[in-house]
């Protein structure tokens, strides 16, 4: 609650004066000088602070997304750590059988634990003989690595199928502007199928950067350009301001 304290000093003719008991003409003199005091407001019954009530806005204040989602999320320098910059492809169940269909080969699952990626790769069962691998790159492809994985026997096991598991070792110190990239490698009867998430291969990066793409990505995407390629006012951005982009395809005025 916001406060105005304020001290108030009151002063008269009287007060400055020392009194004695003795009339105002019968002052005390000191070395020819009169003896002066001063007197607060809490000796005259006056209150010492005056306080200030601000009611409380009636209208709320709308913050527009991107900032509340800025300021509230970016996590510091030190809380900073590696994440998923992609959803788990088996959650959409229909669209993962879709994908192992259609590329013989799709990635399942995986997590981030201990300095490692772990997970599970699905592939079409084309032959006995297979090898699938997990081809990852640490420097945006200047260098990359192929770690083998791992036959796994399902539970359920069915002759159209089968499931592999990898574990990729993560570099201890990545420089925050850096990020993984890794893909699935499928290779059997002689051919190479691959699964690099619609060629924009599955990616790993730090939280602060994941935020700083996702804000682009949402600023980006309520940006609408006219016929000229330029953006209008605020249209998707912030909807409640006004917006002209609906006479910007209409003929001349005149």
């Not at 009530?53 to 510091?76: G, H, N, Y």
């Not at 772990?118 to 691998?133: C, D, I, P, Y």
């Not at 994941?210 to 682009?216: L, S, V």
Request: proline residues 6%; positive net charge.
């Amino acid at each position: 609650m916001p406060t105005d304290m304020a001290l108030p000093l009151y002063l008269s003719k009287e007060d400055l004066v020392y009194r004695s008991g003795a009339p105002a003409a019968s002052h005390r003199h000191l070395g020819g000088k009169v003896k002066k005091q001063v007197t607060f407001a809490d000796h005259r019954g006056l209150p010492l602070t005056r306080v200030k009530v601000f009611s409380q806005f009636t209208d709320p204040i709308e913050i527009p997304l991107l900032i509340r989602r800025t300021a509230s999320v970016a996590p510091s320098a030190k809380g900073d750590k590696l994440v998923l910059d992609f959803s788990q492809p088996s959650s959409d169940y229909i669209h993962f059988r879709q994908c192992l269909e259609r590329n013989c080969v799709c990635l399942e699952h995986c997590v981030l634990k201990d300095k490692a990626l772990a997970g599970t790769v699905k592939v079409k069962n084309l032959s006995f003989e297979k090898r699938v691998k997990i081809r990852v790159t640490f420097d945006s492809w200047k260098s990359h690595s192929d770690v083998d994985c791992a036959y796994v026997k399902d539970s359920y096991p069915t002759r159209n199928s089968d499931t592999f598991s990898f574990q990729v070792s993560l570099p201890e110190l990545l420089p925050p502007q850096q990020h993984v990239e890794f893909a699935v490698c499928y290779q059997v009867g002689g051919d190479e199928h691959w699964d690099s998430n619609h060629g924009q291969n599955y990616c790993i990066l730090w939280a602060s950067a994941k935020q700083r793409r996702d804000d682009a990505r949402h600023f980006n995407s309520g940006i609408h350009l006219d016929r000229y390629g330029s953006p209008t006012c605020g249209h998707g951005i912030f909807p409640e301001w006004p917006s002209y982009a609906g006479y910007e395809n209409m003929g001349p005025y005149y």
